[in-house]
């Protein structure tokens, strides 16, 4: 399956055009083959101070941040929108799956486990719900 760019604004400011044919072939190899670049595996991390710590003296007050390639982020994007197509396009997404899919949040499936109850309560049913 050839590269589509979705996010055409953010290549456009980013790279030039020689960059982006480079990218299609750099990525379509990488898809054809199954193998990632070694270097699109290394993440620079950086500790960041957590809100509301006022101790930067003590290591628990941070929390580390990974920066990865831009070249790794973006492959991984279209990786994202061809899976998300292919699942949507042969109906295999799971009716409820929330994440990663537009116009779904975790108050949505909040909002279906409260109706969900209510609905039961409603019925005279007995509900127990267990969250991790």
């Given amino acids: 399956m050839a590269v589509v760019f979705s996010h055409v604004s953010i290549v456009k400011r980013r790279l030039t055009e020689f960059n982006i044919d480079f990218c299609i072939v750099l ?3 990488s898809l054809s083959t199954g193998c990632f670049l070694t270097k699109f ?3 620079v991390v950086t500790p960041l101070l957590k809100k509301g710590s006022r101790d930067d003296s003590q290591l628990k007050n941070y929390r580390p941040v990974s920066n990865l390639p831009f070249l790794s982020k973006l492959l991984e994007k279209v990786v994202q929108n061809q899976l998300q197509h292919h699942l949507i396009s042969n109906d295999t997404m799971p009716k ?3 994440a990663y899919r537009q116009f779904h949040s975790t108050e949505t499936v909040v909002n279906k486990l409260v109706n969900d109850l209510l609905l039961a309560a409603d019925h005279g049913q007995v509900s127990a719900l267990i969250a991790l």
């Fill in 27 to 29: 990525f379509n190899t």
């Fill in 41 to 43: 595996k290394y993440a």
């Fill in 96 to 98: 409820f799956q929330s």
